[in-house]
């Protein structure tokens, strides 16, 4: 199989991330939390290493199960503090924790947080390659509404990435057998 060109093909797991879930769109709201909360802790780091964390997160999070992230308070902050085996960065885990609140806003305003996605692009699929750039003007403006909501830890960037991963942006390249696939091209 071709791939990307940014796969690490020595990491298998970043290769089955690339060929089973980079780009394929993502409606499920828990699935969509997780990723969001993941692509938070990448600021500053690439992506190799918080999906190399991934299940250690996982556990250090209680699954990502929303309404206990919310509930996090300082000891638990200070516990996952304590713990090697995801990114230690207190103001990203406080950040996963007040997101998560804004989150849940979110889904309350409209029904689900997909459909705030979806409100953006019409529920459309925008095609363009990863090469193209690291930002954008559609991730500029989720950027500035999750900012002005109260989440942090979602600049431009990082929200890109975002949309790549949970395909709302098919970015992968035309080297890649996967170019454009969710399009039917």
Same mark, same amino acid.
């Given at each position: 199989?071709?791939? %990307?060109?940014?796969?690490?093909?020595?990491? /298998?797991?970043?290769?089955?991330?690339?060929?089973?879930?980079?780009?394929?769109?993502?409606?499920?709201? /828990?699935?969509?939390?997780?990723?969001?909360?993941?692509?938070?802790?990448?600021?500053?780091?690439?992506?190799? %290493?918080?999906?190399?964390?991934?299940?250690?997160?996982?556990?250090? *999070?209680?699954? *990502?199960?929303?309404?206990?992230?919310?509930?996090?308070?300082?000891?638990?902050?200070?516990?996952?503090?304590?713990? /090697?085996?995801?990114?230690?960065?207190?103001?990203? =885990?406080?950040?996963?924790?007040?997101?998560?609140?804004?989150?849940?806003? #979110?889904?309350?305003?409209?029904?689900? *947080?997909?459909?705030?996605?979806?409100?953006?692009? $019409?529920?459309? #699929? #925008? %095609?363009?390659?990863?090469?193209?750039?690291?930002?954008? /003007?559609?991730?500029?403006? =989720?950027?500035?509404?999750?900012?002005?909501?109260?989440?942090?830890?979602? $600049?431009?960037?990082? =929200?890109?990435?975002?949309?790549?991963?949970?395909?709302? #942006?098919?970015?992968? $390249?035309?080297? %890649?057998?996967?170019?454009?696939?969710?399009? $039917?091209?």
């Amino acid at each position: 199989m071709h791939r %990307c060109a940014w796969v690490n093909l020595k990491n /298998p797991l970043y290769i089955r991330y690339h060929d089973e879930e980079w780009g394929v769109p993502l409606h499920d709201d /828990p699935a969509l939390y997780e990723l969001l909360i993941l692509e938070s802790f990448q600021a500053g780091l690439s992506w190799e %290493c918080v999906l190399n964390k991934r299940e250690a997160f996982r556990l250090a *999070f209680d699954g *990502f199960d929303i309404h206990k992230v919310i509930a996090y308070d300082e000891a638990k902050i200070d516990a996952l503090m304590q713990n /090697p085996a995801i990114i230690r960065n207190r103001r990203k =885990i406080a950040a996963a924790v007040s997101n998560s609140r804004v989150f849940l806003e #979110i889904q309350k305003e409209f029904g689900s *947080f997909d459909r705030y996605l979806q409100s953006f692009t $019409g529920g459309k #699929i #925008i %095609c363009e390659e990863y090469t193209l750039r690291t930002t954008s /003007p559609l991730s500029d403006r =989720i950027s500035e509404d999750m900012k002005r909501r109260g989440m942090r830890f979602v $600049g431009s960037t990082i =929200i890109y990435s975002y949309l790549q991963s949970a395909g709302v #942006i098919d970015a992968h $390249g035309q080297e %890649c057998d996967k170019h454009h696939k969710q399009q $039917g091209d």
